[in-house]
């Protein structure tokens, strides 16, 4: 079950397509987490199931985290997760030795019922919603990620030795006086991957080579972390590492992250090579694997590389004298890749990433854009080249891995893309069986629009997550036709099992999982697949493996989760003191229910909820991603520029709201929709009613009702006089044209007095003819 901040849930079936919607009313008795089982009682009017809760199958066991308040004299926690939607009571002596306001986990002791609450006693007191780094103690027990190491993990680690012994040399290559060097960014810790390259040729004629020797070596980290060991078990537990502002929480204990499997510079390390040939083409024309043992011989920044490149006679350059040839040669292949990255099609959107920069206390000093370089292409060319390689050869051996597996669009996101596209009127078309080539083709023509985010965006959104699977399937975003992670050993636990393979297959061997990797909760369904594998009933090494993928994929996303997570709550913290503050933005993504707009200066996301967009009805247009305002006619989509109010912030929520702010221009453009739209309509309905007036003057004047009614003919000729000055001024403010002018004053003549050239002049005619009459009337009066 699924919680929802408004009360309501949903229901994630293990079978099935979609998921069930659970009301208010029957979520009194169940919480966020909880497994159930539930009867469908009924399908709204767009046919979505709506549910029942018939049993309760397991409770979440986790402790939830809250803030613990008193009111009234009650106890009791609001949880920080809105999804649990209840409060927890907790008796006098279940406090512990917390205090009003702060941020505690609880752990419950009966659960909610139909008629009462859940209470819960508190089991750790974490401190005040206010103190450094508390959004991340919140974020790690909110998405239940794990944070500490076991004892017995500690303890394996601290027995490690401090540096390489002769033991660990055996049937290693020794590649210590290879130059390689390791590029990271300014702020890195771990080093996990050294590169290096230089030109090589060999053979003539027809089997002659020309390109380049390419090595990557990896920490070798399986060497130290062996299958069903301490180790092993609490990093398959994480998975993965988490990466939040200013603090790391690493898959493996600081003395392997930081010290044996980092490759430092000028320190022996051990590592697995992908030793590769790679021609002028960019072709890997051969590779081999094969454990070593080398000494990083520089630590080197992506900054100072990049500046080396740009100019090998500046300062940069000069420090490093020695590497500037094989970084020379590093960026020759890298070019030969990129360009045939290019020829294969593989999809390369230009993404602006951000980089949060806090101050001593954890708090956001400013946030920057990330820039990418030659120097990080470089490295990304280098790594996707050894893991392809990686791939091939455990796919060439018929070896169950893991691969990552990135999947195109299924036939519903593919089918509104291409309504989308067709909208736009843009001329490219998308086939049935679209192919990496036709998304970057795309991608190439449209980068130049003013709309680019928006359709760049709509095609990122029409593609599958990657996940970890046993199943090789190909990258379709990197356009491979196999592909898994072997770079990063040292944070992601899949490369670990990568390394694994490859040792074991080098050996003439077989990696088997061990029976602990099935030890993990039931994964989640993924929309539109079949119902996942129960790692207690997995039999098979293919159901096994699928297990350990589905695993490392879960716990992907909740780091991803967490780590977003902290810094929503950072932003929000942040844009606190810019309350009342105005700045100019972008339109990032457009819902029905408003606008989500990336502040230009701030790098911060708010939504402008759909009334705050003025005093009319906005229709949401699904095919072109539009909100368009009936009345105006005014249309905003992805990438239109937009000045912006913060107007509230939602710390508890994660949210920023934003109020329009209409500068003069965009004001007058406005207005000017209005009069072009319902102009036409006013000038006739105002002509009108002066034509009105004047008949009916004209009536009284000629043929009043009664004795009383009857009106002079010198007021009834200032009466039409007014009128007329009333539709000349109408007419002068519309400005119409003179074919337009002439035919509606023609349509008011003959409305009024018929075939009469002038209102005025038929109220003067009928005045004459009437003063007589109307004389005698009120001498008749007076006597």
């Known amino acids: ?49 709506e549910g029942r809760v018939l049993e309760i199958l397991e409770r979440k066991k986790r402790p939830i985290i809250g803030r613990l308040l008193l009111e009234s004299g009650i106890w009791l926690v609001a949880p920080e997760d809105k999804r649990f939607g209840q409060d927890i009571l907790i008796p006098k002596n279940g406090i512990a030795n917390a205090t009003a306001g702060q941020v505690v986990a609880v752990e419950l002791t009966e659960p909610p019922s139909l008629y009462s609450q859940p209470v819960g006693r508190v089991t750790e007191v974490l401190g005040e919603i206010d103190d450094p780094g508390m959004e991340i103690e919140i974020a790690v027990r909110k998405y239940d990620v794990p944070h500490a190491f076991s004892t017995d993990a500690l303890a394996q680690a601290a027995k490690l030795p401090e540096r390489l012994r002769a033991v660990d040399l055996k049937q290693r290559i ?11 960014g300014e702020d890195a810790r771990d080093f996990d991957d050294a590169v290096y390259c230089q030109p090589h040729k060999q053979g003539r004629g027809k089997n002659a080579f020309s390109g380049w020797r390419l090595l990557v070596a990896i920490a070798d980290v399986s060497h130290y972390v062996k299958p069903g060991e301490a180790l092993d078990l609490d990093a398959y537990e994480r998975a993965t590492s988490v990466y939040f502002p200013r603090r790391v929480i690493p898959m493996l204990p600081e003395k392997l992250s930081n010290g044996l499997c980092s490759l430092n510079p000028d ?85 602006t990433e951000t980089q949060i920069i806090c101050d001593d206390n954890g708090r956001i000093e400013k946030i920057v854009p990330r820039t990418r370089n030659e120097a990080h292409r470089l490295i990304e060319e280098a790594m996707l080249a050894a893991n392809v390689c990686a791939a091939d050869f455990i796919a060439g051996n018929k070896h169950h891995a893991l691969f990552r597996v990135h999947e195109g669009p299924t036939p519903e996101k593919r089918t509104a893309l291409q309504a989308y596209l067709r909208a736009l009127g843009l001329g490219l078309g998308l086939s049935d069986d679209p192919s990496p080539g036709e998304y970057q083709a795309i991608a190439h023509a449209t980068k130049d629009r003013p709309d680019a985010t928006q359709i760049h965006s709509m095609l990122l959104r029409s593609m599958q997550q990657a996940i970890y699977t046993s199943a090789n399937s190909g990258h379709f975003g990197l356009a491979y036709s196999a592909y898994t992670h072997f770079t990063s050993p040292i944070r992601r636990y899949p490369d670990l099992l990568v390394h694994r393979v490859i040792k074991a297959m080098l050996g003439n061997k077989r990696y088997q999982l061990d029976a602990s990797k099935m030890n993990v909760p039931v994964p989640p369904k993924r929309p539109g697949k079949g119902k996942p594998i129960n790692p207690a009933t997995a039999s098979t090494e293919l159901e096994r493996w699928e297990v350990a993928g589905a695993h490392c994929s879960a716990n992907e996303r909740r780091a991803d989760e967490a780590s977003r997570d902290v810094e929503a709550w950072l932003k929000c913290r942040y844009m606190r003191e810019h309350l009342g503050e105005e700045f100019a933005g972008t339109v990032s993504a457009v819902t029905s229910f408003g606008l989500f707009v990336q502040l230009d200066a701030l790098y911060v996301e708010g939504l402008i909820h759909i009334t705050e967009l003025g005093g009319e009805y906005y229709r949401f247009d699904e ?90 003919p010198t007021e009834a000729l200032e009466l039409l006089q007014r009128a007329d000055r009333a539709l000349k001024a109408e007419r002068k403010q519309s400005r119409p044209s003179k074919a337009s002018k002439a035919a509606k004053a023609g349509r008011a003549r003959s409305k009024t007095v018929g075939a009469a050239a002038h209102p005025v002049k038929a109220a003067r005619q009928a005045a004459r003819q009437a003063a007589p009459a109307a004389e005698g009337a009120r001498t008749r009066k007076r006597r």
């Open 1 to 49: 079950m699924q919680g929802h901040r408004d009360g309501h849930g949903f229901l994630i079936p293990d079978e099935g397509q979609g998921d069930v919607y659970l009301s208010a009313q029957e979520m009194h008795s169940v919480m966020h987490g909880d497994r159930l089982r539930v009867r469908v009682v009924r399908f709204d009017k767009r046919g979505r199931p």
């Open 174 to 184: 020794d590649l210590r006086d290879v130059p390689l060097v390791t590029i990271d």
């Open 267 to 351: 320190v022996d390390r051990l590592s697995m090579v992908c030793d590769m040939l790679i021609d002028e083409d960019g072709q890997t024309q051969a590779y081999q694997f094969y454990p070593a043992v080398i000494c990083s011989h520089a630590r080197l920044t992506y900054t100072e590389v990049a500046a080396v490149l740009a100019n090998t006679h500046g300062p940069e350059a000069a420090k490093r004298r020695d590497l500037v040839p094989h970084l020379l040669h590093l960026h020759e292949v890298y070019r030969a890749l990129l360009a045939n990255r290019q020829k294969r099609g593989a999809i390369d959107f230009e993404t």
């Open 623 to 712: 095919v072109r991603q539009e909100l368009r305002g009936e009345r105006t006619g005014i249309r905003y989509a992805t990438g239109a520029r937009v000045q912006i109010q913060v107007s509230r912030v939602d710390l508890d929520g994660r949210k920023i709201d934003f109020r329009l702010v209409r500068d003069s221009d965009e004001a007058r453009l406005v207005a000017r929709a209005q009069r072009d739209k319902h102009g036409q309509q006013s000038r006739a309905d105002s002509a009108s009613k002066a034509a009105k007036a004047a008949k009916a003057a004209v009536k009284a004047v000629a043929s009043p009702a009664d004795e009383e009614s009857a009106v002079a």
